[in-house]
Nanobody
């Protein structure tokens, strides 16, 4: 079992930056993918980014490529999402998740593949 806690969300203006954190407890990350997803009201949960803990390989959703960066800190057992050039369309609840059953060569982007989820942190971007 692993427990995930997201933090760092808030209300910002378009063009601003935010850094989200995902702290894990219960066990240390090993051969996992850690992903960030987001969900806006009335919309499906959307893949944002993922990182393979063992190699640092990353993957991004098309809507955030070039603006968001996912990273990991093994000393803190944590994953971060640096978000820049934020847009109102980035407004959503952001969730981190763990896929502990890796079956692919690249980090997983499907929500069904992730088996542990945090409670989320709200990001609101005003125009």
């Amino acid at each position: 079992q692993v427990q995930l806690v997201e933090s760092g969300g808030g209300l910002v203006q378009a063009g601003d930056s935010l850094r989200l954190s995902c702290a894990a407890s219960g066990r240390t990350f090993g051969t996992d993918d850690i992903g960030w997803f987001r969900q806006a009201p009335g919309k499906e949960r959307e893949f944002v980014a993922a990182i393979r803990w063992s190699t640092g390989m990353t993957r991004y959703g098309d809507s955030v490529k070039g603006r968001f960066t996912i990273s990991r800190d093994s000393t803190r057992n944590a994953v971060y999402l640096q978000m820049t050039s934020l847009k109102p369309d980035d407004t959503a609840a952001y969730y981190c998740a763990v896929n502990s059953r890796i079956r692919t060569l690249v980090p997983t982007q499907g929500t069904a593949e992730y088996d542990y989820w945090g409670q989320g942190t709200q990001v609101t971007v005003s125009s």
